[in-house]
């Protein structure tokens, strides 16, 4: 609805800068969703844009950061939703549930003085009718568990890129965590999520022997950090200003 563009990039770096102090330089584009260090001196990010200027200044700082020796940078594909009208009373509903979208209808009944069977109704409106996603993940990298991307190139001339993004999500559902494909190239980065180094291997494994796979690269995930959202702050302002 904010007519926004996504980008995922991987930035090769030439090891002179810690680790937190280059994220946080990533993140310093207001463009930045999330940043992380990878092994091997690399750092993903992804970002949101509006219209080529924007993409244009966000690369070209991307580029021209101190330590990065190559950015690979992707306009990805991803599902945009629909357009709807949110009224008034939508934007009630979603006020208690920017502050904790794990709140009970119950609870937001009580916070905006609807009923629970109203408020169960309209975010019911709100999930069908494409314009919001709401979703439930744990949390990256919790514990002892260990966050790695999977660069995978696949053979355009046996799969397209949703048999690859379908096959991830059946055989690897729990340790899958994000997928992102790439516009412009037959290249997919996937985000998983493994207990130890064994799962890891036998997963990574299993992906390289997919018929439809090329080659994979993994980088392992070493520190994570998520920024302010366009969208996000978007939807607050119209909660803000639409709710009361």
Request: charged share 25%; glycine share 4%; no cysteine.
């Amino acid at each position: 609805m904010t007519e926004t563009d996504f980008m995922f990039g991987l930035l090769s770096t030439d090891g002179s800068r810690d680790d937190e102090e280059m994220v946080d330089a990533i993140g310093a584009s207001q463009n930045i969703l999330a940043a992380a260090a990878y092994s091997d001196g690399y750092y993903a990010f992804v970002a949101e844009y509006q219209g080529a200027e924007e993409q244009q200044q966000l690369a070209t700082y991307l580029r021209t950061l101190e330590s990065v020796t190559n950015a690979e940078l992707h306009t990805i594909i991803r599902n945009w939703g629909s357009k709807m009208s949110l009224t008034k009373t939508h934007l009630r509903v979603l006020e208690p549930l920017l502050t904790d979208p794990r709140l009970p209808i119950v609870d937001v009944a009580q916070a905006t003085g609807l009923t629970a069977r109203r408020v169960r109704r309209l975010i019911r409106e709100l999930e069908e009718g494409g314009a919001l996603r709401f979703s439930a993940l744990p949390e990256l990298g919790a514990a002892t568990s260990l966050p790695y991307i999977v660069r995978i190139t696949w053979n355009e001339q046996t799969a397209t890129y949703s048999t690859i993004t379908e096959w991830l999500l059946k055989d690897f559902p729990l340790a899958h965590w994000e997928t992102y494909v790439s516009a412009a190239e037959p290249v997919i980065y996937t985000l998983l999520v493994a207990d130890d180094i064994t799962e890891l291997t036998e997963t990574t494994r299993a992906i390289r022997r997919n018929e439809h796979v090329t080659s994979i690269k993994i980088i392992l995930g070493l520190y994570h950090k998520y920024f302010s959202s366009h969208r996000f702050e978007t939807l607050k302002r119209m909660v803000k200003e639409g709710s009361h």
